[in-house]
């Protein structure tokens, strides 16, 4: 397939995550069911989560016993990406508490912001952009997939990547938005988190048709999956972290279970259909 064609069908896949996000325009739901969405928000990250250390874990330990040491490169890059994931985001934390998000011409933040000024929005914005920027991470290494078996000619592999991965991301729209409920947000402000959350599908698949094209090593190829893997794992510990101390103040802990339940198997049905379709 061409280059356009691919890079085309990954923004799709990846720009799909915008159909869960409306959601967080509701009015304020009661606290029950804020606890149900937040705690189904928790369920999806933790699957995301699960998903992500597999597959790092299945590419490192394909490594291990080799004679070069491979795997243990692969299993520090991992471990690198998982703690600067979390660290970076608590640095980032603690300068956002310190200053108001601002706007300004090139700042991602600043968009985000512009007209959610008052203090008691910089929580929930603040901690659903995170969310989409651990989720971003784990789609740049699906677009990683969907560009590589582009470019190898893999194209009904390519095809089913493309259409599975179009449907997890609507989930991981839903997840994104748990923070915002209630909160209204603007349109301006959901584009952003879509853009952070499903552009990098886009860049990923550039990425990897690129590397593959040209005929770069396979091994240069993974160690960048291995590393964005563990960038997004450590991000959503973060993120989960932050939404749990949420649900601790909303209460409605039977109900919070339960969406917690519905959220992770909201996650793993999603990527059974896209095992059943071959992928």
């Avoid at 394909?62 to 520090?76: C, I, R």
Wanted: aromatic share 10%; proline share 4%.
């Amino acid at each position: 397939m061409s280059f356009a064609g691919t890079a085309l069908l990954g923004a799709v896949s990846g720009l799909t995550i915008f159909f869960g996000l409306p959601i967080s325009r509701w009015g304020r739901p009661g606290p029950r069911i804020m606890a149900f969405l937040t705690s189904a928000s928790v369920g999806v990250l933790l699957f995301i989560f699960y998903d992500v250390l597999r597959n790092a874990s299945e590419t490192v330990e394909g490594h291990l016993g080799g004679s070069t040491g491979e795997g243990v490169v692969l299993g520090l890059l991992l471990a690198a990406g998982l703690g600067v994931g979390m660290f970076v985001l608590v640095g980032f934390e603690r300068v956002s508490r310190r200053r108001p998000l601002r706007t300004g011409p090139g700042a991602m933040m600043a968009t985000a912001t512009r007209v959610h000024a008052r203090a008691p929005m910089q929580a929930p914005m603040r901690t659903a952009l995170f969310i989409a920027v651990g989720i971003g991470l784990h789609n740049f290494s699906e677009g990683l997939a969907i560009g590589q078996s582009a470019a190898a000619g893999a194209y009904r592999f390519f095809l089913v990547l493309v259409i599975g991965f179009g449907l997890h991301n609507i989930t991981e729209g839903f997840g994104i938005s748990g923070p915002l409920l209630g909160a209204r947000p603007s349109w301006r402000f959901l584009a952003l988190l879509g853009a952070v959350g499903g552009g990098p599908t886009f860049i990923g698949t550039v990425v990897g048709y690129v590397v593959t094209h040209l005929g770069g090593s396979t091994l240069f190829s993974q160690a960048v999956f291995v590393l964005f893997l563990g960038l997004a794992a450590g991000a959503i510990v973060y993120v989960v972290g932050e939404l749990q101390h949420v649900n601790r103040k909303i209460g409605s802990h039977q109900v919070g279970m339960l969406g917690l339940l519905c959220g992770l198997l909201a996650g793993y049905g999603t990527d059974l259909l896209l095992k059943s379709l071959g992928a």
